[in-house]
């Protein structure tokens, strides 16, 4: 356990280490912040410093979470009702009555612990891979691949088929989630010693 959280928290920070290098050559570029897609450059100004500064409150913050669900957390394994499909897991596990799992997009869990738990081991799978996203972009744009150039004339804005691929990526690896620990439940009810 302690070298898959270790081997995630490495290729975490790779990947961010990646993104920066890959910014930081239109950054500091004449006019390199104008063409910046990061929402806090474009919207909000923020300059490198503390891009770095927000970057590694969010690597901290994403990597402790992701530490409690892999050390800390342990799935509801018994509910007053029995879950039969992973949505009703899913809805038990947050909101603790079977029929609830539309809210889990939007709604405040009854039951934090979960949330947190598996939002660490979702968001920082994801921005490994949007790390990596961003990366190919910003190199393929700055180094002026030609089948890059081609594949942007087609998308034309590439940042909406990135930021869809994070989406859908994020929601693959919750189901992913979801799934797994579904099985360990059902598991756990044939066999309650099964942790």
């Known amino acids: 356990m302690k070298i898959k959280y270790i081997s995630i928290i490495l290729l975490l920070l790779f ?7 890959s910014t930081s050559l239109w ?7 104008e063409d910046e897609m990061n929402p806090l450059t474009r919207y909000f100004n923020v300059g490198w410093n503390g ?3 927000v970057n590694i409150l969010v690597v901290i913050g ?16 018994q509910f007053t009702n029995a879950a039969r499909t992973r949505k009703e897991y899913a809805s038990l596990l947050y909101f ?10 939007y709604g405040r869990p009854i039951h934090r612990k979960p949330f947190y738990a598996q939002t660490g081991y979702v968001l920082i799978r994801t921005i490994i891979f949007v790390s990596f996203l961003a990366t190919i972009h910003n190199l393929c744009q700055y180094y002026n691949v030609w ?6 004339s087609i998308v034309i804005r590439p940042h909406y088929m990135i930021a869809g ?12 989630l979801l799934i797994k620990e579904f099985e360990k439940y059902k598991k756990s009810i ?6």
């Open 51 to 53: 891009l770095i500064a």
């Open 15 to 21: 990947a961010r280490g990646c993104d920066f290098y």
């Open 62 to 77: 994403i990597s402790l979470l992701y530490y409690y669900y892999e050390f800390r957390y342990q799935p509801v394994s």
């Open 165 to 176: 691929l994070s989406l859908l990526f994020l929601i693959f690896t919750y189901r992913l």
């Open 147 to 152: 089948w890059y150039n081609i594949f942007r």
């Open 96 to 105: 603790n009555t079977p029929n609830q799992f539309y809210k889990t997009m």
């Open 27 to 33: 950054f500091f570029q004449p006019g390199g912040m």
């Open 190 to 195: 044939h066999n309650p010693s099964v942790p």
